[in-house]
């Protein structure tokens, strides 16, 4: 590999562009948006005795711990599916995944790691999906953080002299037990090596040190920085190193900033330590935005809404049309989450629906096939579901599913499939018949069947006005479009609520937030049962989603449908049960009895029948009500400060409640509030080091105090999944907060000086960046309609040419005549609008492009 060259962290750059020049003015927001999802592992190595793992991944950006996934027990092939969205620093370098094997009384166990650099993702700006071999954690290669360094070339002709002033550094790799490393600079140049002097216990150490040394001639050599920990017994530990050309610092005169500390790549070996350590199979995509004022995206969402509420017309292609027509497979979930928060935004994404229902509905179908394809009506009112629905799944399904989890009980139908095991008390066993294994089994189910229909069944007065809206509509269409079969418009209900929003959460709630952990296999095979009709190649029998219609679904990854799923329940006949399976009948009465509670149901849901004889409390709030953002159980630990939150609080576990206007506390959810610290006070919340408390979950929460004071409260999270997502939810809503700290201390302030850098100023600048825009992405999150219009653009500035194709090709389909083919003058108007917005929103972006920065003298990468 060559030498790869960087830019210093501190380099000022010009401005952007000329104001006048644009119709948009320049206060614009570049950001990064990844999408990563961690599918599975196989061919791992067994670490335990029993010659299996306990694996589990984390995912650090730039070495810092952003997520972690479940562990998955007693496997050397995990499945985790699951995916997350990240919002990071523009200047980010590279995404690291290490598998690890969890040990309950030991350290765990590091497995391998996947390492993607941002060029790697600039590569495939569609994404990357694919399998990628495990590689061997080398300590000389697990590098972090930067080097503050100013290097000139002083003197003239003969006498010239190389200086290099060592000033400080950040967020270096900890080494050591004690959560830091004794960090010191050494320095070579043309055979000559100097070092400065050691600072003990600290990854933000200050040095403020200059060594020179004289110039060769030529000035080929390379001037070498590296960065080491030193240690009283045993080697000294690398922590990165910065290569300069002394060719590139003659012709700058100087260079300063902060540089990036990159690994020793000195070792030929890494190829070679890969692939016995297994592989992981990822999909990732980077997508790298600038965002344009609003007022610049408004032609394009007005001529959006324009089009939703204009509605179909006869003899004529729509533009939505024209979207669907045109959108891949791979990108039609993306576009159909943007149009959704788009037009929620908007306050249309009732009649967004409506119109890509009768889109549907006016294709040929029969009743037995609709919306099973994924289709943008199916992906739009899949993405309603989530964005609107969540708190609503969480109310129905979070009380079986916690009951499932808890209990475990062995739950299975299949006779080919039981497990016979021994019962009895005091030393006197016997073994279990099938038959009694299998009826204990139906029980078990039955029991969790008819708790979670329940739940269904009497959640319509708590289902979200605007869902219940949406679905209405869609009952209303397709009754109109089926008048002779009237069971489909029950149907075409259930497929959207059940199959696509109900049924993957049964399965998988680890991936909708229902639990924490993924299940055991006992557990699942329950959940599996208990969601849907057949299981991978098998033919074993779910019992509630028999009355579920089939459909895929690209997000979460479904067992295949059953082939009897139509005839059974989800047709609303009442022949339901006729199954293949024979085993599947001691659920049969239970199953037939759903048929009618469903359809009742149902008919509530839409509000066709005046809702009537509801129990007491059946609407009763779900769960927190909107405006709390997040809450939990926090350790709000000891510090020398004097704040509200530490004088009250200190040393306590207490309840925290963030909400779009404060972050207040109380000893519990239903306690008077202690006090609170309002979000206009809040200045950052960012990460402690783990040396600080002992412990690697701690936030801190540094605010405003009322005398006018800065103070800190440092709250300890159980878990670095929990941590993130509280760091999320604060930078979040104090995004805009104009007094938030651009660097602040990850350490505390004990004794006279701060822990991390040693500083004895308590009010001085930090030690290290704030990470206000790194944030984890959650359905929960409020809209930004602007984001989306900018990622609609993106999306159909690359259609253009594909849009008008298919217009043609629709409107000859249709032995229409509007005009000669390819004639723009002929495209409807709609359409022609659409190509000049694009046009426009085209040349404000290129105008708002920055001009690239000189390339510095820096060598990041020397092999």
């Given at each position: 590999?060559?030498?790869?060259?960087?830019?210093?962290?501190?380099?000022?750059?010009?401005?952007?562009?000329?104001?006048?020049?644009?119709?948009?003015?320049?206060?614009?927001?570049?950001?990064?948006?990844?999408?990563?999802?961690?599918?599975?592992?196989?061919?791992?190595?067994?670490?335990?005795?029993?010659?299996?793992?306990?694996?589990?991944?984390?995912?650090?950006?730039?070495?810092?711990?952003?997520?972690?996934?479940?562990?998955?027990?007693?496997?050397?092939?995990?499945?985790?599916?699951?995916?997350?969205?990240?919002?990071?620093?523009?200047?980010?370098?590279?995404?690291?995944?290490?598998?690890?094997?969890?040990?309950?009384?030991?350290?765990?166990?590091?497995?391998?790691?996947?390492?993607?650099?941002?060029?790697?993702?600039?590569?495939?700006?569609?994404?990357?999906?694919?399998?990628?071999?495990?590689?061997?954690?080398?300590?000389?290669?697990?590098?972090?953080?930067?080097?503050?360094?100013?290097?000139?070339?002083?003197?003239?002709?003969?006498?010239?002299?190389?200086?290099?002033?060592?000033?400080?550094?950040?967020?270096?790799?900890?080494?050591?037990?004690?959560?830091?490393?004794?960090?010191?600079?050494?320095?070579?140049?043309?055979?000559?090596?100097?070092?400065s002097t050691v600072v003990k216990k600290s990854c933000y150490p200050r040095w403020n040190e200059t060594f020179e040394f004289e110039l060769a001639e030529?000035?080929?050599?390379?001037?070498?920085?590296?960065?080491?920990?030193?240690?009283?017994?045993?080697?000294?530990?690398?922590?990165?190193?910065?290569?300069?050309?002394?060719?590139?610092?003659?012709?700058?005169?100087?260079?300063?900033?902060?540089?990036?500390?990159?690994?020793?790549?000195?070792?030929?070996?890494?190829?070679?330590?890969?692939?016995?350590?297994?592989?992981?199979?990822?999909?990732?995509?980077?997508?790298?935005?600038?965002?344009?004022?609003?007022?610049?995206?408004?032609?394009?969402?007005?001529?959006?809404?324009?089009?939703?509420?204009?509605?179909?017309?006869?003899?004529?292609?729509?533009?939505?049309?024209?979207?669907?027509?045109?959108?891949?497979?791979?990108?039609?979930?993306?576009?159909?989450?943007?149009?959704?928060?788009?037009?929620?935004?908007?306050?249309?994404?009732?009649?967004?629906?409506?119109?890509?229902?009768?889109?549907?509905?006016?294709?040929?179908?029969?009743?037995?096939?609709?919306?099973?394809?994924?289709?943008?009506?199916?992906?739009?009112?899949?993405?309603?579901?989530?964005?609107?629905?969540?708190?609503?799944?969480?109310?129905?399904?979070?009380?079986?599913?916690?009951?499932?989890?808890?209990?475990?009980?062995?739950?299975?139908?299949?006779?080919?499939?039981?497990?016979?095991?021994?019962?009895?008390?005091?030393?006197?066993?016997?073994?279990?018949?099938?038959?009694?294994?299998?009826?204990?089994?139906?029980?078990?189910?039955?029991?969790?069947?008819?708790?979670?229909?329940?739940?269904?069944?009497?959640?319509?007065?708590?289902?979200?006005?605007?869902?219940?809206?949406?679905?209405?509509?869609?009952?209303?269409?397709?009754?109109e479009r089926f008048p002779q079969h009237q069971h489909a418009k029950f149907v075409a209900v259930t497929s959207f609520l059940c199959l696509r929003f109900?049924?993957?959460?049964?399965?998988?709630?680890?991936?909708?937030?229902?639990?924490?952990?993924?299940?055991?296999?006992?557990?699942?095979?329950?959940?599996?049962?208990?969601?849907?009709?057949?299981?991978?190649?098998?033919?074993?029998?779910?019992?509630?989603?028999?009355?579920?219609?089939?459909?895929?679904?690209?997000?979460?990854?479904?067992?295949?449908?059953?082939?009897?799923?139509?005839?059974?329940?989800?047709?609303?006949?009442?022949?339901?049960?006729?199954?293949?399976?024979?085993?599947?009948?001691?659920?049969?009465?239970?199953?037939?009895?759903?048929?009618?509670?469903?359809?009742?149901?149902?008919?509530?849901?839409?509000?066709?029948?005046?809702?009537?004889?509801?129990?007491?409390?059946?609407?009763?709030?779900?769960?927190?009500?909107?405006?709390?953002?997040?809450?939990?159980?926090?350790?709000?630990?000891?510090?020398?400060?004097?704040?509200?939150?530490?004088?009250?609080?200190?040393?306590?576990?207490?309840?925290?409640?963030?909400?779009?206007?404060?972050?207040?506390?109380?000893?519990?959810?239903?306690?008077?509030?202690?006090?609170?610290?309002?979000?206009?006070?809040?200045?950052?919340?960012?990460?402690?080091?783990?040396?600080?408390?002992?412990?690697?979950?701690?936030?801190?929460?540094?605010?405003?105090?009322?005398?006018?004071?800065?103070?800190?409260a440092y709250l300890q999270c159980k878990c670095v999944n929990e941590l993130n997502q509280w760091l999320s939810a604060l930078r979040k809503v104090c995004?805009?907060?104009?007094?938030?700290?651009?660097?602040?201390?990850?350490?505390?302030?004990?004794?006279?000086?701060?822990?991390?850098?040693?500083?004895?100023?308590?009010?001085?600048?930090?030690?290290?960046?704030?990470?206000?825009?790194?944030?984890?992405?959650?359905?929960?999150?409020?809209?930004?309609?602007?984001?989306?219009?900018?990622?609609?653009?993106?999306?159909?500035?690359?259609?253009?040419?594909?849009?008008?194709?298919?217009?043609?090709?629709?409107?000859?389909?249709?032995?229409?005549?509007?005009?000669?083919?390819?004639?723009?003058?002929?495209?409807?108007?709609?359409?022609?609008?659409?190509?000049?917005?694009?046009?426009?929103?085209?040349?404000?972006?290129?105008?708002?492009?920055?001009?690239?920065?000189?390339?510095?003298?820096?060598?990041?990468?020397?092999?």
């Amino acid at each position: 590999m060559g030498a790869v060259r960087g830019a210093a962290g501190s380099r000022p750059r010009s401005a952007p562009f000329g104001s006048a020049r644009l119709r948009c003015p320049p206060a614009m927001a570049r950001r990064s948006a990844l999408s990563i999802r961690i599918v599975e592992g196989r061919n791992l190595p067994a670490k335990d005795i029993t010659g299996s793992s306990d694996p589990y991944c984390i995912v650090k950006i730039d070495d810092e711990a952003i997520i972690r996934t479940a562990t998955v027990w007693k496997t050397l092939s995990p499945f985790w599916g699951e995916e997350y969205e990240l919002q990071l620093q523009p200047g980010f370098h590279s995404i690291s995944i290490y598998v690890m094997d969890e040990d309950a009384l030991s350290r765990d166990d590091i497995i391998g790691k996947v390492c993607i650099t941002r060029d790697m993702l600039a590569e495939h700006p569609k994404g990357y999906s694919g399998w990628m071999s495990l590689s061997e954690v080398d300590p000389d290669e697990e590098v972090q953080g930067e080097i503050h360094l100013r290097v000139q070339v002083l003197g003239s002709q003969g006498s010239r002299r190389l200086r290099c002033s060592v000033l400080e550094a950040r967020d270096l790799a900890r080494k050591d037990r004690n959560g830091a490393s004794d960090p010191f600079v050494r320095l070579r140049y043309n055979g000559k090596t100097q070092e400065s002097t050691v600072v003990k216990k600290s990854c933000y150490p200050r040095w403020n040190e200059t060594f020179e040394f004289e110039l060769a001639e030529p000035a080929g050599e390379k001037l070498c920085v590296e960065v080491w920990d030193w240690d009283l017994v045993g080697r000294n530990d690398f922590l990165g190193k910065v290569v300069f050309s002394i060719q590139g610092l003659e012709a700058a005169g100087q260079e300063e900033g902060w540089f990036r500390l990159w690994p020793d790549k000195s070792k030929p070996t890494e190829h070679e330590r890969r692939g016995s350590l297994g592989s992981l199979q990822l999909q990732v995509k980077l997508r790298d935005e600038t965002v344009l004022p609003s007022h610049c995206y408004q032609p394009l969402v007005q001529l959006l809404c324009q089009e939703v509420k204009s509605g179909c017309q006869d003899g004529q292609v729509h533009l939505v049309t024209l979207l669907d027509e045109t959108t891949t497979a791979e990108c039609r979930q993306e576009v159909a989450i943007s149009l959704v928060k788009l037009f929620l935004g908007q306050g249309l994404v009732k009649e967004f629906l409506d119109l890509l229902f009768e889109l549907e509905l006016a294709k040929p179908c029969e009743p037995n096939t609709l919306f099973r394809s994924n289709s943008l009506a199916s992906k739009s009112m899949e993405s309603f579901l989530k964005v609107t629905g969540m708190p609503y799944l969480h109310f129905v399904l979070g009380p079986t599913i916690s009951r499932v989890f808890e209990e475990k009980k062995y739950v299975e139908l299949d006779p080919g499939k039981v497990e016979i095991k021994d019962v009895g008390c005091s030393g006197l066993h016997r073994v279990q018949t099938e038959g009694e294994v299998i009826e204990q089994g139906r029980q078990h189910l039955q029991s969790y069947l008819g708790e979670l229909l329940d739940a269904i069944v009497r959640s319509a007065p708590a289902c979200p006005p605007l869902i219940r809206a949406a679905f209405r509509q869609l009952f209303q269409r397709v009754g109109e479009r089926f008048p002779q079969h009237q069971h489909a418009k029950f149907v075409a209900v259930t497929s959207f609520l059940c199959l696509r929003f109900f049924s993957p959460a049964v399965m998988s709630p680890k991936l909708f937030q229902l639990r924490d952990a993924h299940a055991d296999a006992r557990t699942s095979r329950t959940l599996l049962l208990l969601a849907k009709v057949r299981q991978g190649r098998g033919h074993g029998t779910g019992a509630w989603a028999a009355w579920l219609p089939p459909a895929g679904d690209s997000r979460v990854t479904l067992p295949p449908r059953g082939p009897q799923a139509i005839q059974l329940v989800g047709n609303m006949e009442p022949a339901a049960g006729r199954a293949k399976e024979t085993w599947l009948s001691p659920l049969l009465p239970a199953l037939q009895q759903g048929t009618a509670r469903m359809r009742d149901f149902i008919t509530r849901l839409v509000g066709t029948e005046e809702d009537g004889g509801e129990e007491e409390g059946e609407g009763r709030p779900l769960g927190p009500p909107p405006a709390v953002v997040k809450e939990g159980l926090l350790l709000v630990h000891k510090t020398r400060g004097k704040g509200p939150l530490l004088a009250a609080a200190a040393g306590k576990k207490l309840h925290f409640c963030l909400t779009g206007e404060a972050l207040g506390f109380g000893k519990s959810p239903s306690a008077e509030r202690i006090g609170a610290i309002a979000l206009g006070d809040i200045l950052a919340a960012e990460k402690v080091e783990e040396k600080s408390f002992g412990s690697s979950h701690v936030m801190q929460v540094v605010y405003t105090a009322p005398g006018g004071q800065q103070e800190t409260a440092y709250l300890q999270c159980k878990c670095v999944n929990e941590l993130n997502q509280w760091l999320s939810a604060l930078r979040k809503v104090c995004g805009n907060n104009p007094r938030v700290l651009r660097s602040y201390h990850p350490g505390v302030f004990r004794g006279d000086k701060w822990s991390c850098c040693h500083q004895r100023d308590r009010t001085g600048l930090g030690c290290d960046r704030t990470r206000h825009g790194v944030t984890l992405q959650d359905w929960s999150d409020p809209l930004d309609p602007t984001v989306e219009a900018q990622r609609l653009f993106h999306h159909l500035q690359g259609l253009q040419g594909t849009l008008r194709e298919k217009y043609w090709e629709l409107l000859e389909s249709e032995d229409a005549q509007n005009g000669p083919r390819g004639d723009d003058a002929a495209l409807p108007e709609g359409l022609s609008r659409l190509f000049a917005v694009l046009g426009e929103l085209e040349s404000c972006h290129r105008r708002a492009q920055p001009p690239e920065p000189p390339a510095p003298a820096l060598l990041q990468l020397q092999t």
